[in-house]
């Protein structure tokens, strides 16, 4: 928007901070309609650069998985390991794929389990599951760059002069995170590719130097095997331990979610649609793969040459290889130098692991919150809603103190609730479509991400306690926001059938007079003495035309729709207009200024008073789109047309 010749410079400055602020005023995973739109396809990228995106949460996790293992697992380590690949082989990457298949549009699982609830009851169910991803996406941020913080911390050359700044440093690479965002998303893709190439080809070097120290000292492997016989006997008492400790590991399965919803990003075959994106599904499925592999891949080795050359005390709290433990190996047998550039990679794409969560907020949190009026319109444009997460990251930072270990407990607790909802939603989709053999394996999938979920619950219930400050959070700002714009219009287009538009261009010869009637039993003496009534008590007339307007509410909950009128003729001489909306009001509101505007001529509408509580009615309006119909009808058509002179007029008898 630009500012006017005479404007002051002030004026200037603000008009292209708001223009800047609200540019590409659309949702990330929908085309651009604004005045500063994109064509269509101009942001997405091949899969493999979308997978770094959301590689950056998930391959990071590295940084901390093995030390994590051995801390749970000790000896086990390598065993429990090997569960958490089985399952995320055999368990997330199946669900997540057919996820990407049902959920192309990056909503995911949310959108699957949204179409079986509808109503205000399955407006709370999203809401409840947008609270857990805002948690695990925004723990995400905070998380990582708490990580990353300790890693720069602990790093031995620089531990005397960062001593006590974990808080500060952490809140600095939250806020350069935003600050990539705010530039741009492509600028976001070009540093995810980098970091992730650079960390793992490192990795790559650190997993080659300790399986050749491994091989170089044999009696490593025959220390552990015998260290595993001592400690549980046998096979099958290890692989039961294992599937104990295993919920322990479940940070190791975050990405899945993420890699769903940066699915908008991909770019898909010449011939791909909007409702059919066969390319783009085919893309999202190769990055959900070949990210698990390759993650599972290095958590198997780096668990093995960890738990091997690593001794047990360093991984400890306060030890040498807490939390880092392919660090330490990198100092230990690959020298200062090589150490440091080790380090400094890892704490950049711990860094900007939050780089994938704020992609996957700023497309998840735009598709339905906005839709269900529960979020001003500009949270449809990215940069505001940028600033917005930011500030709730420094304020979560600053809450846990950036320390890991707290925050651990609602990450994993995130991640876990929407892969078990993930794997709920798929089962009940397959079974819908009669694969019963995919039914019964979803099913147990299902059953192991809920085992999963409650043990991780039943022995970190902070992180459900965290979960709900934020579902609280979202339902209270969700439900303040709907209030606020309960009077806007909140129809999206009208469309007349031939006789509903013959009706009005009819009665425009003279005056567009409409009554707004509840509809009832619709017989003769309904119609006769409603027209009756609004002649007494508006002393109108016999001979002045009029139209019955009816709304049928449908769900009460939704927010924004289509207005389709329907024109019909009742007992050979009543016209009356019919429509299907969410909301009375707000449909009347619609139709009386599309009149005007087909038209050029200024409608008018009756209305009765409803008996009953003010407060009362206005709930019901709220609520279930009815209540006082009159005055909110004309509180709508105030706000949505400011001149008085060209307003639909309202009458009340």
Known sequence: MAASAGSPPG????????????????????????????????????????????????????????????????????????????????GALPVYRRVARESPHGQGSIAMLERLLSFWQGKLFVLTLLGFAATDFLITITLSAADAATHLVENPHLTSALHNGQLVITLILVALLGAVFLKGFLEAIGVAIVLVGLYLALNAVVV????????????????????LTAEHGSVPAMIGVALLVFPKLALGLSGFETGVAVMPHIEGDPDDTEERPTGRIRGAKKLLTTAAVIMSVFLIITSFI????????????????????????????????????????????????????????????????????MAPHWARAVRPMVLVFTLVA??????????????????????????????????????RAREHGWTIGFGVIAVVFLYTTVANVIERPDGVKIGACFIAGIILVSFLSRLARAFELR??????????????????????????????????????????QIRTDNDLPVDDDFIFVE???????????????????????????????????????????????LTGARPHIYFEWTEGNPFAQFLRFFLFGQGEVAPVTREVLREAEPDRDRRPRVHVG
């Not at 979308?50 to 065993?79: E, H, K, N, R, W």
């Not at 080659?208 to 492997?221: K, R």
């Not at 261009?505 to 409603?530: C, G, M, V, W």
């Not at 009742?570 to 009386?592: E, K, P, Q, Y």
Request: glycine share 8%; charged share 20%.
């Open 394 to 431: 420094f304020l979560v930072t600053w809450l846990f103190d950036a320390d890991v270990d707290a925050q651990g407990g609602a990450y994993a607790t995130g991640v876990l609730v929407l892969i078990s909802s993930a794997a709920i939603a798929v089962t009940i989709t397959a079974r």
């Open 551 to 597: 709304v049928t509410v449908g769900d009460p909950s939704e927010f924004e729709s289509e207005l389709r009128v329907r024109g019909e003729v009742l007992h050979g001489r009543f016209r009356v207009l019919v429509m299907d909306s969410s909301t009375v009001s707000n449909a009347l509101a619609a139709l009386l200024l599309h009149a005007r505007d």
């Open 208 to 227: 080659v130097a300790g399986l050749w120290h491994v091989a170089g000292t044999a009696h490593v492997v025959t220390d552990w095997s015998h260290a």
């Open 491 to 532: 129809v999206t287009s009208v469309v007349l059938d031939e006789k509903a538009e013959r009706f009005i261009r009819d009665t425009a010869h003279r005056k567009i007079r409409f009554i707004a009637n509840e509809p009832d039993q619709r017989d003769l003496s309904e119609y006769r003495d409603k027209l009756q």
């Open 306 to 373: 960890t738990t091997l050359l690593i001794p047990a005390d360093a991984f400890k709290p306060g030890g040498p290889a807490n939390g880092r433990a392919l660090a330490y190996l990198a100092h230990e047998y690959l020298g200062s130098l090589f150490g440091t550039v080790y380090d400094v990679s890892t704490i950049a794409i711990l860094w900007f692991a939050g780089a994938s969560a704020m992609a996957g907020l700023l497309n998840l949190m735009p598709q339905y919150l906005p839709r269900y009026g």
């Open 11 to 90: 004026d200037a400055a603000r008009h292209r901070l708001r223009a800047w602020m609200l540019e590409g005023l659309a949702d990330m995973a929908k085309h651009h309609t604004g005045p500063h739109a994109a064509p269509d396809g101009a942001h997405r990228q091949r899969w493999w650069r979308v997978m770094c995106l959301t590689g950056v949460d998930y391959f990071s996790t590295l940084g901390y998985q093995p030390g994590i293992a051995a801390l749970a697992a000790g000896a086990l380590s390598p065993i429990a390991t090997l569960v958490l690949v089985l399952v995320t082989l055999a």
